[in-house]
């Protein structure tokens, strides 16, 4: 019905930049919030930053002054701008995306997609 799709993951050294790029289609009314999150190994998966259809954003701690989330409504796209990163940052990074798929407000859902790994080297 609705799939994500990342991109822009790769191999980085510390202190360099990279963006990430996701799209979202299939079938869709309209899309809520949309963000992202990261797992890193043998750690839980955890929220790395979000943003409202009305453009409000959230961030972890971890990432505040150097990651900027931002999104194209019509192009149901999120972008994930990392600047200054660091070694800690290395991890697979989903995107997520709540997804309305009908008039009725009770169809809507999280979904994920695939992952993309970033990893930074020190």
């Known amino acids: 019905q609705v799939r994500l799709v990342e991109s822009g993951g790769g191999l980085v050294q510390a202190g360099g930049s990279l963006r990430l790029s996701c799209a979202a289609s299939?079938?869709?009314?309209?899309?809520?919030?949309m963000g992202w999150y990261r797992q890193p190994p043998g750690n839980q998966r955890e929220l790395v930053a979000t943003?409202?259809?009305?453009?409000?954003?959230n961030y972890a701690d971890s990432v505040k002054g150097r990651f900027t989330v931002s999104r194209d409504n019509a192009k149901n796209t999120v972008l994930l701008q990392m600047n200054s990163l660091e070694p800690e940052d290395t991890a697979v990074y989903y995107c997520?995306?709540?997804?309305?798929?009908?008039?009725?407000?009770?169809?809507?859902?999280?979904?994920w997609g695939q992952g993309t790994q970033v990893t930074v080297s020190s």
């Open positions: 997520n995306a709540h997804v309305r798929t009908s008039l009725r407000p009770i169809d809507t859902r999280a979904y």
């Open positions: 943003i409202t259809s009305d453009g409000d954003t």
């Open positions: 299939g079938t869709i009314f309209s899309i809520n919030a």
